[in-house]
């Protein structure tokens, strides 16, 4: 019997893009050996060991690159509009079966690896265990299980509430004793009712013992940022990535903070800019104002998510001038966001001024980087893990051609994605008219 490990497979393509945001290589091939690359780079230098049995995939006309990572995610959520207090009421079985959805939809759609940043009780621990007793499959799954944070905070109700920093400390300490590969902390309130969006949360006593105490044991941290003051406390906690990062002051007034942006990119903080979410809302009301018109009171929210919408996207623009780290992660499926459909984040990095390369790398090696996995996946290099995807047409010339997924391989393994008729119903189409696109046309003023 043949040995598998010496069974390779060559996947080739009219273009290659590594990930690492050199020009595209045309005319490009992967070798892959059992799960991880052997080779990439010209067709002609990518060659199997004589004699070695080789599948070919070949995929004229079409890209091969690296398989997206999504850096935000939710997988409990539905991305039907419905609040975290309804997600997290649910039983912890059917939130789980939901996670294996959301798990399905977004490695269909090309993305081979997820930061989960915040679920209930163990739904997403038990999740990767069934994953890999081979139950279900799923993008690689890097997970903090419960979000930490204060009582009534944001996301509290999904099972960590601490006071002070030992309670803090303890919580640390629990997650990585159940699995945790980060922490994730609320230092502001968010869409949580019981919480101030626009005040900190925790004593910068208690962001400091959780930071340190993550770090202690090699785990990276993020923190949900609504508001200025929850930025400038996880960064005089040594936070590594910074969520949201909503500038606006505790009067909710929007004010860019020149000094803090300065300050996140001497830190080497990551952000996570999470656009598409707030468009994602912009489009549900507008989607519900084309079916069956608006209330006085859902108008006047759908101006207030026009505002936050210009507001964040005119604030993103300046935070790539300055140059600071930024990644794509979507959040998705929460509030009207569905998981499946992370490309729309990379879409407005794109059009708040990433080139579509840029953009690229904040989905794929960048990406990785800022979870602490791209030693093992991100780029196309000798030694990763073979996530790979086919991609029709070119996304260096244009960002939404990630849409278009012609093939997925996840450790070397092409994914059985099933018929046309279930990736259509997993894409998420904006509505009719889009209320925004004055902003869109704004941010191309401006480059
Ligand atoms: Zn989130």
Redesign the pocket.
């Known amino acids: 019997m043949q040995d598998s490990t010496q069974v390779f497979k060559l996947i080739k393509a009219g273009r290659l893009i590594d990930g690492m945001g050199g020009p595209p290589i045309q005319d490009g091939a992967v070798l892959v050996q059992d799960s991880r690359i052997i080779a990439a780079g010209p067709v002609g230098e990518v060659v199997a060991p004589e004699g070695a049995t080789v599948e070919t995939y070949d995929y004229p006309g079409k890209t091969v690159m690296p398989g997206m990572i999504d850096c935000?995610t939710?997988h409990n959520g539905f991305g039907d509009g419905r609040p975290g207090e309804d997600v997290a009421a649910l039983p912890d079985e059917v939130i789980t079966l939901q996670a294996a959805r959301n798990a399905r939809d977004s490695l269909f759609s090309g993305v081979t690896s997820i930061r989960d940043?915040?679920a209930k009780n163990m739904t997403m621990f038990r999740l990767r265990e069934a994953v890999n007793l081979g139950i279900i499959q799923a993008p690689r799954m890097v997970l903090c299980g419960r979000p930490i944070a204060i009582v009534g905070g944001h996301m509290g109700y999904f099972g960590s509430e601490v006071t002070g920093p030992v309670e803090a400390t303890a919580a640390v300490r629990q997650l990585i004793k159940e699995g945790a590969d980060y922490i994730k902390m609320s230092a502001t309130g968010g869409s949580t009712r019981t919480s101030f969006p626009l005040l900190p949360a925790f004593t910068l006593d208690e962001l400091k013992a959780m930071t340190s105490e993550a770090h202690k044991f090699g785990k990276l941290t993020a923190t949900?940022c609504a508001s200025t003051q929850g930025t400038i406390d996880s960064l005089d906690a040594g936070v590594d990535m910074i969520?949201h990062c909503v500038f606006k002051d505790a009067d909710g007034k929007a004010n860019f903070r020149e000094d803090v942006a300065e300050r996140i990119g001497a830190q080497g903080a990551y952000v996570n800019p999470?656009i598409h979410?707030a468009r994602a809302t912009v489009w549900s009301l507008q989607r519900r104002k084309e079916a069956q018109g608006l209330s006085a009171q859902e108008q006047a929210r759908l101006d207030e998510s026009l505002w936050e919408l210009e507001v964040r996207w005119t604030h993103l623009a300046r935070l790539i001038e300055m140059g600071l780290k930024i990644i794509t992660g979507s959040?998705s499926s929460?509030s009207s966001y569905k998981l499946g459909n992370t490309v729309y984040e990379t879409e407005c990095l794109v059009q708040a001024g990433m080139s579509p390369m840029k953009g690229i790398v904040s989905i794929t090696s960048d990406a990785a980087k800022s979870l602490g996995i791209d030693s093992v996946t991100g780029s196309l290099e000798p030694g990763k893990a073979a996530d790979v995807i086919i991609v029709d047409g070119n996304p260096a010339e244009d960002i939404n051609a990630l849409w278009n997924i012609a093939e997925v391989f996840l450790g070397g393994q092409k994914v059985d994605r099933g018929p046309e008729s279930v990736l259509a119903g997993i894409r998420q189409h904006p509505p009719i008219s889009r209320p925004e696109s004055s902003i869109e046309t704004a941010l191309e003023a401006r480059h």
Do not use: A, L, P, Y
Request: charged letters at 10%; zero cysteines.
């Open positions: 935000h939710h940043n915040g949900h969520i999470t979410t959040d929460w």
